[in-house]
């Protein structure tokens, strides 16, 4: 044990003349610190936690303080050593301190000594240290256990050593070798090993870390029987697609996304490779790539430039974006080069609807391809990538808010579509009346900026350029047939009742759809309607698995509040993901399930408003701006001095015309919270939002 030593110093040169006899005042250092005996142990697991006591005792001065701290190493070249883990007590008293440190699981860390330095401090500053060496060692897990995504469990088994000189991790790679889809969703689960507590491996965004949990997509490109390996020690693990496009390789920017930035020439050819299944099957972007070979060689169309090239292995799409720069996205130079961007609701997207966005820019925005100085196009398929019915789109001069064409930079003659020209909505892009879009008709759209001056000049010419044939699927719910709106959309009139077990056919494995929490539940017998009995529009979404249900008065029309529905409009509110955020537009509001007369409701989980992923993400939660209505769209309304907030709603939200976050409030991330508007006396209307 080494003794540390403070000599006594004088605090300050001046002298207070109060009186002749006045001694300056001196601060007494200790030469001693405490008496410290520890008691620890020895060896440890990463993972797990050291467990100590330290009895402490002065003779001279009362106690202070009582600290340990763990580190990986304390000869550190250039700098103090930083430890990895901390305890800090008070003692106020002499006697035994009982404490534990948890040693993080660490990678590429070998088995050997960490050292632990416990320093007792009395109050007149005097030290007393001790160093104690663990042996720490990694745990040697016999299996691990990969949980896929669908809930199937299997065990990884520890795999042999065979090299004559191994690494330090190849002692700790697992593997399970069974039949997978082409990309399996997993984490990785290690049991308890002595004091470590079981631990799960998982995608944290960037890369495999401890407790992490969003899924792990390995990939091996084709369907069927496929090793997956994993290794403690370093945490690396397989298979992942190693995509190359051009020689570039591609980094994962999400889990079944592979982009790379390359610099590309109009008719060149673009070679992607690492991707074994190819791209047969593929929906191919026809203004920027025209595919003559299958096995991954296309052909630019879109001017020289830079570009990045996002390969979606989930939606079997190559996104091409326009560049700035290797990291910034192009814009709209003044001369009508650069990028032109179109923004619009969930109608419109690319591959499909599906993948748009409303109104949420940094996830559904869509880079027009210049096939020609100034000339920038897209082509859209009607009833796959733009409803029939309800086009709402606009050109932006970038992927976010901010310069835009308006009715003034931007004119068209189209007999099918116009530029709007009110204050209201002006510049955005929407069907003349009475016109609706054959389904599988392909719309080209060509934004003409050769005559362009920066603020006007700018001419938007459309033409349809053909046809392409869409097979419906035979879908029905509750014995009803649903008719196809879209490609992948399919709705139908039903009567249903409260607690009806509903029967689905058409639907591979409903129970891995979302079907709204409010309006369903589903147990051992299957779907059961949890909302008042009534008539319901039902749509079900097949590319993304999920319905929309809308109340239905006597008539086929969507009820109104007398005929049991309410309904919801604004934003940070959406569904099924906040990519499709309700907004203000009348005719595309929400309807909440009544789930007892006269009491609405609606469930979500709070999420960033970037999350497009999160299924069931239907509360922002960083910001919220709504109000329910009496109908779909405008009339009557939330009412003014009439709304009653619960006190647990008034933790979360106020009444400021619309229903808004609470002062100095944000949602938990991930959470789940529960909406419920009871109007059920009449007079009164009360409002509940609660953490679930």
């Known amino acids: 044990m080494n003794k540390f030593i403070k000599i006594a110093v004088l605090i300050g040169s001046g002298v207070m003349a109060f009186a002749s006899c006045q001694r300056e005042f001196q601060f007494e250092f200790a030469e001693n610190g405490p008496e410290m005996n520890v008691d620890c142990e020895n060896q440890a697991y990463l993972g797990g936690s050291i467990e100590f006591s330290v009895n402490v005792s002065d003779k001279e001065y009362p106690l202070s303080i009582l600290k340990a701290h763990l580190f990986t190493d304390l000869d550190v070249e250039g700098g103090k050593p930083e430890p990895v883990a901390s305890f800090e007590v008070r003692t ?60 199937a469990e299997y065990r990884m088994e520890k795999k042999e050593v065979t090299s004559e000189e191994p690494l330090a991790s190849d002692n700790y790679w697992y593997g399970y070798t069974g039949n997978f889809p082409a990309e399996c969703k997993a984490v990785i689960v290690a049991p308890e090993y002595q004091d470590v507590p079981e631990l799960t491996f998982g995608w944290s965004g960037t890369g495999i870390e401890v407790g992490a949990e969003d899924y792990i997509t390995f990939s091996n490109g084709i369907a069927g029987e496929y090793e997956i390996t994993f290794n403690t020690y370093d ?55 025209e595919m003559t070979d299958p ?19 989930k939606n079997e799409f190559i996104r091409v974006e326009a560049m700035k720069d290797m990291t910034n996205l192009a814009t709209l130079n003044s001369d009508g080069t650069g990028a032109v961007w179109l923004i619009g609701s969930d109608k419109v997207g690319k591959p499909t609807m599906a993948q748009g966005a ?95 001056d920066g603020t006007t000049g700018g001419v938007l010419r459309v033409e349809c350029i053909g046809m392409q044939e869409i097979e419906a699927e035979n879908l029905t ?23 009806q077990t509903i029967a689905v056919s058409g639907i591979d494995s409903p129970a891995s759809w979302y079907m709204d929490p409010d309006y369903f539940t589903m147990d051992a017998s299957g779907l059961k309607f949890n909302a008042s009995t009534g008539n319901y529009y039902i749509k079900a979404n097949t590319s993304l698995k999920y319905v929309v249900v809308n109340r239905l008065n006597a008539d086929g029309e969507d009820a109104t509040l007398a005929e ?50 999160t299924i069931g993400g239907r509360f922002r939660y960083d910001y919220l701006s709504f109000k329910y209505f009496h109908q779909n769209g405008w009339g009557g309304e939330k009412g003014q001095g009439t709304v009653v907030l619960t006190d647990e709603a008034s933790k979360w939200i106020k009444d400021a015309g619309n229903l808004e976050l609470a002062d100095g409030v944000q949602l938990e991330k991930g959470a789940t919270y529960v909406l419920t508007i009871d109007l059920s006396v009449s007079g009164t209307e009360t409002v509940d939002f609660v953490k679930k």
Not at 252 to 270: E, P, R
Not at 371 to 386: C, F, M, R, S, Y
Not at 477 to 499: H, I, P, T, W
Not at 577 to 596: D, H, I, K
């Open 92 to 151: 106020k008293e002499e006697g035994t301190y009982e404490g534990s440190l948890a040693v993080p699981y660490s990678i590429n860390v070998s088995d050997g000594n960490m050292p632990v330095v416990f320093t007792s401090v009395n109050t007149h500053l005097g030290y007393t240290y001790d160093t104690v060496y663990v042996a720490v060692s990694r745990p040697k897990y016999e299996y691990l256990t990969l949980k896929t995504d669908d809930g």
């Open 235 to 289: 945490l690396s693990a397989g298979p992942f697609i190693t995509l190359e496009i051009n020689g570039v390789e591609t980094e994962m920017v999400a889990t079944d996304k592979y982009a790379a930035v390359v610099n590309l020439t109009q008719g060149s050819d673009i070679q992607i490779t690492g991707f074994a299944p190819g791209f047969e099957g593929w929906t191919i972007d026809p203004d920027y790539l």
């Open 295 to 313: 096995a991954g060689t296309f052909r630019f169309l879109a001017v020289d430039g830079l570009y990045k090239l996002i390969v979606e292995t």
């Open 358 to 452: 409303s109104w949420s820019p940094e996830a559904g925005g869509l880079c027009l391809a210049q096939v020609a100085p100034k000339v920038h196009q897209i082509t859209l398929v009607a009833g796959v990538q733009l409803s029939c019915d309800d086009v709402n789109f606009k050109f932006f001069h970038q992927k976010t808010w901010g310069g835009e064409f308006g009715s003034s930079s931007l004119t068209s003659d189209s007999d099918t579509f116009y530029v709007n020209a009110g204050s209201s909505d002006n510049g955005n892009v929407f069907l003349h009346d009475g016109k609706t879009l054959e389904m599988g008709s392909i719309w080209r759209f060509t934004v003409d900026l050769t005559a362009y």
């Open 477 to 499: 719910f509750a014995g009803v047939e649903m008719e196809m709106l879209s490609a992948d959309l399919y709705g139908a009139a039903v009567a249903l009742e409260k607690g």
């Open 564 to 613: 049991g529905a309410l309904w919801l409009m604004g934003w940070g509110t959406a569904h099924p993901t906040m990519a499709s955020q309700f907004g203000w537009t009348p005719g595309a509001a929400y309807c909440m399930a009544e789930v007892n007369p006269g009491v609405y409701q609606m469930t979500g989980i709070a999420v960033e408003e970037s999350d497009s992923e």
